[in-house]
């Protein structure tokens, strides 16, 4: 049974910092491409950055955004940077069905497993 449960999440000022975890287990971590995504009050969920070796990332949070992976943790994180009020959402971890690399890694259909959530808000 996969669970995957992030954490980091709070009240932060914008120009602050803020670095979300997610803890994964029941998959094999390391061969499994992790990605994560937001939800905006109002707003559908969109794909914020995934890794499997190296990161990619949406046009939106380039240069402020960088997704990382301790393997022997079973955790990806994503430090998030000079943070933006516009930056306030749910953030997702998310994981694919099966391990490897993805053809469309920010497709939401592309992963089957899902955190909770955690709430991140950016005060101006």
């Known amino acids: 049974q996969v669970q995957l449960v992030e954490s980091g999440g709070g009240l932060v000022q914008a120009g602050e910092s803020l670095r979300l975890s997610c803890a994964a287990s029941?998959?094999?971590?390391?061969?499994?491409?992790m990605g994560w995504f937001r939800q905006a009050p109002g707003k559908g969920r969109v794909f914020v950055a995934s890794?499997?070796?190296?990161?990619y990332y949406a046009d939106s949070v380039k240069g402020r955004f960088t997704i990382s992976r301790d393997n022997a943790k079973n955790t990806v994180y994503l430090q998030i940077n000079d943070m933006r009020p516009e930056d306030t959402a749910v953030y997702y971890c998310?994981?694919?069905?099966?391990?490897?690399?993805?053809?469309?890694?920010?497709?939401?259909?592309?992963?089957?497993?899902w955190g909770q959530g955690t709430q991140v808000t950016v005060s101006s």
């Open positions: 998310a994981a694919p069905r099966s391990p490897g690399r993805l053809v469309r890694t920010t497709s939401e259909n592309q992963y089957k497993y």
């Open positions: 029941g998959l094999t971590f390391s061969s499994y491409t």
């Open positions: 890794i499997l070796g190296t990161g």
